[in-house]
């Protein structure tokens, strides 16, 4: 079929894609904890997205670095359905008495987990 389709048709070009990126596509299928689409990534940025108007003034590269840290935070805090105002006291309540090798429990999806049993 590839070969009887005109070169500029977009059918053929959305073959090509498809078998230009098969590896990608696939990795799903090797993977159960990935998903077959991206919409919960869709979901995490949209509050990104429709601020990123409102970015173009919060006034230097340090600024905007510190917007983004605490955006991705706030989208971590909402997958793993947490709030933070919650997660964040726990946190500074326990960091100190916690070892460096087990500072990944307070990863806000492994804290998650932890409440949950």
């Not at 689409?37 to 995490?44: I, V």
């Not at 909402?78 to 008495?97: G, H």
Request: hydrophobic fraction near 45%; include cysteine; proline fraction near 4%.
């Amino acid at each position: 079929m590839k070969a009887t389709l005109n070169p500029t048709h977009p059918l053929l070009a959305a073959i090509n894609y498809t078998l230009d990126h098969w590896i990608a596509l696939t990795q799903f299928l090797k993977n159960p904890e990935l998903n077959i689409d991206n919409n919960e990534a869709e979901q995490a940025i949209k509050d990104f997205v429709l601020m990123r108007k409102n970015s173009l003034f919060v006034g230097s590269d340090l600024g905007g670095k510190a917007a983004a840290i605490h955006l991705s935070f706030l989208a971590s805090c909402k997958r793993n359905k947490i709030d933070p105002v919650a997660y964040l006291a726990d946190v500074f309540t326990r960091i100190n008495s916690l070892k460096t090798s087990e500072l990944e429990q307070l990863l806000p999806n492994r804290w998650a987990q932890s409440r949950k049993e």
